[in-house]
């Protein structure tokens, strides 16, 4: 009988202490007033990000001037470029949320995750260059590819926008969603394949190689960060695109937000600028070291 009563209580122990972790969560979820709070984190952190990549931008051209846009400046003008536009809308999202119609505001939240996917492809055509060129391999068809398949890609979202716009009906926002998770995922395996194919042909270089081993775990940090948050990316728009209690748009569930942005976003990018941080050589610039 004691026994019994005693687990009577650790059962109503439980369930109200689920209850209440519920009906926080819950609260917290649906108040403005966190929602505030989460996007003025994120677009301050945005704007750190933001601001790394300018100083870093500008102290590239101060020390080689005499050079277009390399590689290097241009990567680094695309993360000021991402992470300047998810800090003003994050600063605004009181008057996001107001737009009207309703794709505007996922115009606005799906523009610079396209940027920054183009931002991060532009890292693994650089790559694939440095690859294929150590193997004595014509890289003429790599750029164009590399501008055929932005085209495409900002062209079908594009598309998809139009429709949407014309005919809002569920089944092509899910289509959205699923086509931008494609698009991390292919990142992802861009990463994987050029960021491990360079990985493993510089484990080959002879040890007494001048630089070898900095090279070879800035590549190795480069291709684990990127290959992780692409592929994060995709398994989380997945969810958002058929689980409506993991929608990511910026206008519900503040934690979820917070923790994506975070995740996907803000780190991986603060960790790349970090790892390729150098500054070339003032001498002229070879494709082996534009990004350091």
């Known amino acids: 009988m004691g026994r019994a009563l005693l687990d009577s209580y650790y059962d109503g122990v439980l369930k109200f202490t ?25 677009s301050a952190l945005y704007g750190i990000v933001t601001f790394v990549a300018l100083v870093q931008l500008i102290r590239i051209q101060l020390r080689v001037p005499e050079y277009g846009w390399t590689t290097q400046k241009v990567f680094h003008f ?52 440095i690859y294929y060129q150590a193997r ?42 699923m086509f931008l998770a494609g698009v991390s995922l ?27 081993r900095k090279k070879l775990l800035e590549v190795g940090y480069v291709t684990t960060v990127c290959f992780a948050c692409f592929l994060v990316r995709c398994i989380m728009m997945c969810f958002n695109a058929f689980d409506e209690a993991a929608n990511l748009d910026m206008m519900e569930h503040p934690v979820l937000n917070f923790i994506y942005y975070l995740l996907v976003e803000v780190l991986p990018s603060s960790l790349v600028l970090i790892i390729l941080r150098k500054l070339p050589p003032k001498q002229a610039i070879t494709p082996s070291h534009l990004i350091k």
């Open 18 to 42: 689920f209850k209440n972790a519920y009906d926080w969560w819950n609260d917290f979820n649906n108040s403005q007033t966190s929602l505030d709070w989460v996007s003025y984190i994120l």
């Open 78 to 129: 695309l993360n000021v470029l991402v992470n300047g536009v998810r800090c003003l809308i994050f600063i605004l999202h009181r008057d996001v949320q107001l737009l009207k119609p309703e794709i505007v505001q996922h115009i606005l939240l799906d523009v610079p995750s396209l940027v920054f996917f183009t931002t991060y492809a532009l890292l693994v055509l650089f790559w694939a260059e």
């Open 136 to 177: 004595t391999v014509s890289t003429d068809g790599l750029r164009p590819t590399f501008f055929a398949i932005n085209g495409i890609i900002y062209a079908i979202q594009i598309i998809l926008w139009l429709i949407i716009w014309w005919k809002p009906i569920s089944a092509l926002v899910i289509l959205s969603k």
């Open 186 to 212: 292919f990142v992802a395996l861009g990463f994987l394949l050029y960021g491990g194919r360079l990985f493993l042909m510089l484990q080959r270089f002879p040890v007494e190689s001048k630089g070898r």
